[in-house]
């Protein structure tokens, strides 16, 4: 059971957006299993997505694999899409922008059953073959604004079996 002394300290530090910490740089580099990664994107999806079943798989070189299948239309096999992270976000205001390498033939057709751009949440969009994804907004609709002004950097990675998160707080 956690000490409600300690939590009450955190929570005046973070309401405080941690004043008096002033000055403290803290640097992570956090190391995200496939199967934990999994976990998190399967518990961001909201159950009235469009995709069900989906899967992230990193990749060696930033790369990532992407396998999902249309809710609506179950008879379609899933879609595998390889996505390259083409650019790091620079926080606060540039977001990340990955690039789809491979859409299969079968996306047209997935098109014609769902339209991508309008069932992305807010924070990722979608032009021609990339992915923006802005870290902003998603931590924002999270709940985590105070986080923001302390981000000086992100960077994401990936190796086969893992992504990893190399983060840069400052106080």
Do not use: W
Not at 60 to 75: D, K, S
Not at 130 to 159: M, N, P
């Amino acid at each position: 059971m956690p000490n409600p002394r300690f939590a009450r300290i955190l929570e005046q530090l973070r309401a405080s957006r941690f004043a008096e910490l002033h000055g403290a740089r803290v640097s992570a580099s956090i190391p995200v299993p496939e199967r934990l990664l999994n976990e998190l994107v399967t518990a961001a999806i909201p159950p009235e997505a469009p995709v069900a079943d989906v899967s992230v798989h990193p990749k060696a070189g930033n790369r990532l694999t992407v396998r999902a299948r249309l809710a609506r239309a179950e008879f379609l096999p899933p879609i595998t899409l390889t996505i390259e992270i083409e650019r790091q976000p620079e926080m606060p205001d540039s977001p990340m922008v990955l690039r789809i390498l491979s859409l299969p033939g079968l996306m047209s057709l997935a098109g014609a059953a769902i339209s991508l751009t309008s069932v992305l949440p807010p924070g990722i969009r979608m032009e021609n073959q990339r992915v923006f994804v802005d870290l902003r907004v998603l931590l924002q609709r999270q709940g985590y604004d105070e986080l923001l002004a302390l981000i000086e950097s992100v960077r994401i990675t990936t190796e086969e079996g893992k992504l990893t998160a190399d983060v840069v707080l400052r106080a």
